[in-house]
């Protein structure tokens, strides 16, 4: 907070730092100062994506989502506001507007792929809805752009797992370094369960739920582990807890 205080003694017409300080009040809880920030800014810069962007996401600290796409919808007419145009399509998922975000990705991701995260986003999408083969071709756009990207090769892994091209995943799943340890777990116990290997898979979900506490994914996979081993009991005690999650 200090050194954008510092950078706007400097220069108090610099916008970026203008910005950086209503992001700072947003992330500090001070909604109505940060939007004061901004809407003075706004009203010199009607047009400036980054404006309207910042506006959009305090919205959404706000949890007002009409007011949020209102903002994004208006900073995409910038051509170069991706970030805008990625925040969009969530905003529209939120709202249980599939068709509508999806289309919205694909057109970006075409006119930008050199794009990663609305690439990686598209694909996550894409493999949330079971279409494996768009999934599978953005997921290899994104390594091909981020050759290291282990988020996407994780990606490509559960395409391969949900196409039972289990030597596939396996051989890509040793590719994927520097994954975070969770996800990396929950990509083996998914496997591992694919290929009906229970006993092997829940050692790794369960090293997957202590990483990942809030992933249903998880829990999910944890019950047909029990349901697999005739654990009952413990099969009851999940779904409970999956009620409450």
Known sequence: RK??????????QDVDAKLVEARVLVAAGDHSKAEQRLQRLLGKRPKDARV??????????????????????????????LEARLKLADVLLRGGRFEAAHKRLIAAGNRNPWYVPIVRRL????????NLSEAKKNFE??????????????????????????LGAE???VKAVGAPAGEKALAVGRLRLAKGA???AAGKLSE???????RVEVLRLQL?????????GQAKDLLRKMEQA
């Open 3 to 12: 050194l954008v205080e510092q950078a706007l003694k400097r220069a108090p």
């Open 52 to 81: 309207l962007t910042a506006l959009g996401d305090l919205a959404l600290a706000r949890k007002e989502l009409a007011a949020a796409q209102r903002y994004f919808e208006r900073a995409t007419k910038d051509s170069t506001a």
């Open 123 to 130: 694909a996550e999408l894409d493999l949330g809805a079971r």
């Open 141 to 166: 756009q994104v390594r091909k752009l981020v050759s290291k990207d282990a988020r996407a090769a994780l990606g490509i892994v559960e395409v391969l797992t949900l196409q039972r091209d289990f």
């Open 171 to 173: 051989e890509l799943l």
């Open 198 to 200: 229970a006993r092997q």
């Open 208 to 214: 997957a739920r202590a990483r990942l506490p809030k």
């Open 224 to 232: 047909r582990v029990h349901l697999f081993a005739d654990q009952m």
